[in-house]
């Protein structure tokens, strides 16, 4: 398959580059990847990521729906962004001191987000969630934090967990299991589950952390009056709420799920797409919490904070958001391709499921009528691991998805991606169901 953008097969003789680099790769790095995220990737080497593609380096193109998992809301590498950050690399790209663009970036955040008055950066998710975990700790004078079955907070040793027979553990050998003692697991979508923990233990609890969209377990939006409920409780305890949105904040629209559900947190968490490809992140909240940092008493540090280029970054996207606002075409992306998805399930009468919003979307296979997915576990009453073993088709078709089942849709997905990939989901279906 060479470069086409039309529906094509990728043949195995086509990967030979690949398969001598992923052999190089295994011998110098641990399972040759550098995240463990990417251990069940495809066994294919990249060579350039433009728009909405991916280019391998042996010439196969794909288009690409797992976007960097989530940062490249714009498409790959868009102008408007790398020249940014070009001009700003040209000009330094750390200070150890304050820069005027980081003070453009900060105000950005706020007016974009919409609620929030102050914020800190960092570079990624997972240092943000733990800056908020401390500044909730501080603020409250209390240790315990309540978290959620399914949702993803970064890979650190107390918010690593999996799923072992409905026990929620320690993921990775070698994490301090005890760092896991000041959280609680509940189920998300359950305001009473909440409610009764609240009764018996309100006064020990810091924060509730959430996904307020769970794009990392099944794309599911809050039940309504859920997140309304869950805002008054934590109000009402003295308790800091913290929306992780990282993955949907600016992939929802510029407010993220704050704005489209219309509940305020005291803190969130941005990252992913704020940069749209480059390492930034940031813990976004009210002042009266945040100025904790400003006096010293609460620390949070980092040499890469805030760096030049960084703030580029943020500031050419923020800009680009406001002023070409891109979320009528990524919405027009997303519904034609659930639609075209669901209707090839259709087409070969097998029970393809196509969920959640058309910025980031879920696919699986299950009984698309009877199950009513609200939660983590009403999620695995689905056919998950059928979908992977089609995802890796879909790869070899020339579709680049997670086999975790979730789809992001960019700006840069024009007509020519969007009908070429209903081709390709069609001949890799077609060829999977063969095999
Ligand atoms: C919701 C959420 N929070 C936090 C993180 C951690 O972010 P990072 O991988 O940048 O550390 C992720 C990463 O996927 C995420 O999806």
Redesign the pocket.
């Known amino acids: 398959m060479r470069n086409t953008g039309e529906a094509v097969t990728t043949l195995a003789e086509d990967l030979d580059r690949s398969g001598e680099l992923r052999r190089r790769a295994r011998e110098r790095t641990p399972g040759g990847v550098h995240s463990n995220v990417r251990l069940d990737g495809p066994d294919v080497v990249l060579a350039r990521a433009k728009g909405p593609r991916l280019y391998s380096v042996d010439g196969v193109d794909y288009v690409d729906y797992l976007l960097g998992?989530g940062p490249a809301l714009y498409g790959h590498a868009p102008g408007f962004l790398t020249s940014a950050v070009h001009q700003a690399s040209c000009d330094g790209l750390i200070f150890g001191g304050q820069s005027e663009l980081e003070v453009r970036a900060a105000e950005l955040v706020c007016s974009t987000v919409g609620w929030a008055e102050m914020v800190r950066f960092a570079l990624?998710?997972?240092e943000a969630?733990q800056a908020a975990f401390r500044l909730a700790r501080a603020v409250t004078g209390r240790t315990h934090i309540v978290r959620f079955e399914g949702h993803?907070?970064?890979w650190l040793d107390n918010v690593l967990i999996a799923d072992r027979d409905g026990v929620w553990e320690a993921a990775s050998a070698g994490q301090v299991a005890s760092h896991l003692n000041d959280f609680t697991v509940l189920p998300w979508n359950d305001a009473d589950a909440l409610a009764d923990l609240f009764h018996r233990d309100g006064e020990r609890i810091a924060a509730v952390v959430m996904?307020p969209v769970v794009i990392?377990a099944g794309v599911i939006e809050p039940e309504p009056g859920y997140l309304e409920r869950v805002r008054r409780m934590c109000s009402r305890h003295g308790i800091v709420l913290i929306f992780?949105e990282?993955?949907s904040g600016f992939r929802l629209g510029p407010g993220g799920a704050t704005h489209r559900y219309g509940v305020t947190p005291d803190l969130a968490?941005y990252?992913k797409a704020l940069g749209g490809g480059y390492p930034v992140?940031a813990l976004a909240g009210r002042a009266d919490l945040l100025n904790r940092m400003g006096t010293g008493e609460v620390n949070h540090s980092g040499t890469f904070n805030a760096w030049a280029p960084g703030m580029a970054a943020v500031i050419a996207t923020l800009e680009h958001i406001r002023d070409e606002a891109p979320y009528t075409s990524i919405m027009a992306h997303g519904e034609k391709l659930m639609a075209g998805i669901r209707k090839i399930g259709e087409s070969f009468g097998e029970p393809l499921r196509v969920a959640g919003l058309p910025m980031a979307f879920h696919v699986s296979f299950g009984d698309i009528g009877d199950i009513d997915v609200t939660d983590y576990r009403s999620l695995q009453q689905l056919d998950l691991s059928r979908y992977a073993s089609l995802a890796s088709v879909l790869v070899e078709h020339g579709v680049w998805v997670a086999r975790r089942g979730v789809w992001f849709v960019s700006e840069a997905h024009g007509p020519v991606e969007l009908d070429g990939t209903l081709t390709r989901f069609e001949m890799a279906f077609k060829d999977w169901l063969g095999r």
């Open positions: 998992q990624t998710g997972t969630v993803y907070h970064g996904e990392n992780d990282v993955i968490l990252g992140s």
